[in-house]
């Protein structure tokens, strides 16, 4: 990191340590802030299924100078089959069409990513695990903080990288309900034994409405993955038995290897388990707090979008306020100003992935097989590829990033 010394008066702590809150660490450490970060997880949360970096996002990565911390993260996914209830392969998938990316782009896990951005701000950041705010109260000169257990303090700025149900947006902007569009569809993911002996190779299992997968990364565990119509009263979010038997009923007759995947749930170290939402906020900050990476506008986890979203915000809310030489009300304006389009055209994108990613009756099901069929034949396969991921590929670059 550079030791730029402008602003080392300016103190901002961020709420949330897993994509959006390193990343924004990371530049505003190297801008001179100084940094404190607030994670509720006891330690880094590692683990967690596969996310996509692509085009702006890549850029951001560049200047930051850990490709190749990347690369040698990368899943190096040769591929992928659909399969029936039998296990009988309806069609195959090269690395391009399971991928979806441009040259250029990458997949990592998610905390292999959350690990390398926490390795590059270790040194120059304070981290607060296993700690979280209990209260704020903004103040001409500052917000003064208060948190679970660290004695409370005074900051300049306080940023909610704290996800899809950030309690600061909660704090500042009032009950998640209201910003939440729901694509009706619930999504659980975790790590299971690789008893289906998958290497770099994801299976998928799709039945309308309803889809199983299973993949393995390099060098890492395997992965299970369920979407399905959620439930109009999903069990509350701290109640993992009442998800893990929700997920197991919805999927007790599903066929293939689903028993097994299900089977593996109750000892996972990892579950996952939410509603399949994006979130729509008109405004991103308030006074001296503002929210970044899914808190903000989360555009679902089926998106393939969110993760890239969450880098480029962070360097762009920290150049902004490098810009505004810390003034934090035009840097909150430009930050708004600048994201926008982008946010606007992934969340709109993210909204079609998510809802186009179920096939919900046999009949779209089976366009779905004979597309992906078809497509692996067609002597103009790659114009037709770069025509699907054409509005993918749009909306990843839908920004130019300014060099602060
Ligand atoms: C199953 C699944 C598949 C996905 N697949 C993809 C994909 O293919 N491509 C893609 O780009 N994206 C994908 N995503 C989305 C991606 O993971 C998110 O968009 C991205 O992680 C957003 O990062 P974030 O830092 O904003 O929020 P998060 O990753 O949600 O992190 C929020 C952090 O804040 C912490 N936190 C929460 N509350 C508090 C609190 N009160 N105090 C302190 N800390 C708190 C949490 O513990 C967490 O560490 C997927 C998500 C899921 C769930």
Redesign the pocket.
């Known amino acids: 990191m550079s030791n730029a010394q402008q602003f080392t008066s300016k103190t901002v702590l961020i709420?949330?340590?897993?994509?959006?809150?390193p990343a924004l660490a990371y530049w505003l450490h190297r801008y001179g802030f100084t940094v404190t970060v607030?994670?509720?997880?006891p330690s880094l949360?590692e683990g967690?299924?596969?996310?996509?970096?692509?085009g702006a996002a890549m850029d951001v990565i560049e200047r930051m100078g850990l490709t190749g911390e990347i690369r040698k993260a990368s899943t190096d996914m040769r591929g992928g089959a659909w399969v029936d209830a039998n296990g009988k392969t309806l069609t195959t998938l090269g690395p391009d069409l399971i991928g979806m990316r441009a040259p250029g782009d990458d997949?990592v896990l998610?905390g292999d990513l959350?690990r390398i951005l926490f390795d590059a701000t270790k040194s120059g950041v304070e981290y607060l695990f296993g700690?979280?705010?209990t209260g704020m109260v903004e103040h001409a000169e500052g917000v003064e903080v208060r948190f679970g257990h660290a004695a409370a303090r005074m900051f300049d700025l306080v940023i909610g990288?704290?996800?899809?149900?950030?309690?600061?947006r909660r704090t500042v902007f009032g009950p998640e309900e209201q910003f939440v569009r729901s694509t009706g569809m619930a999504?659980c993911?975790y790590t299971v034994p690789n008893d289906l002996g998958l290497d770099r190779w994801e299976l998928v299992h799709p039945t309308p409405g309803h889809v199983v997968q299973a993949y393995s990364t390099a060098g890492a565990a395997a992965k299970a993955?369920f979407i399905f119509p959620a439930p109009e009263q999903l069990p509350d979010r701290r109640d993992v038995a009442g998800q893990q038997r929700l997920v197991s009923d919805v999927f007790a007759d599903s066929g293939w290897e689903t028993p097994g995947l299900l089977a593996a749930m109750p000892n996972s170290p990892d579950f996952?388990f939410?509603s399949v939402d994006q979130i729509h906020l008109d405004t991103w900050s308030r006074g001296r707090i503002a929210l970044?990476?899914?808190?903000a506008w989360?555009?679902s986890?089926?998106?393939?979008?969110?993760?890239?979203?969450?880098l480029v915000g962070a360097y762009v809310l920290a150049g902004e306020l490098k810009a505004a030489h810390g003034d934090h009300r035009a840097a909150f304006l430009a930050y708004r100003e600048a994201l926008r389009p982008y946010v606007t055209e992934n969340l709109a994108l993210g909204w079609k992935n998510a809802t186009d990613m179920v096939a919900t009756t046999p009949g779209t099901l089976k366009v779905h097989i004979t597309a992906i069929k078809v497509m692996r034949y067609l002597p103009w396969k790659g114009m037709a590829l770069r025509s699907i991921m054409k509005p993918l590929n749009h909306a990843a670059n839908a920004i130019e990033l300014a060099d602060y």
């Open positions: 709420s949330g340590a897993s994509i959006a809150g607030v994670e509720q997880a949360r967690g299924y596969k996310v996509d970096i692509r997949e998610r959350a700690d979280s705010i990288a704290d996800g899809m149900h950030s309690a600061t999504v993911a993955q996952y939410d970044i990476g899914d808190a989360c555009p986890p089926l998106s393939g979008q969110g993760t890239s979203m969450a």
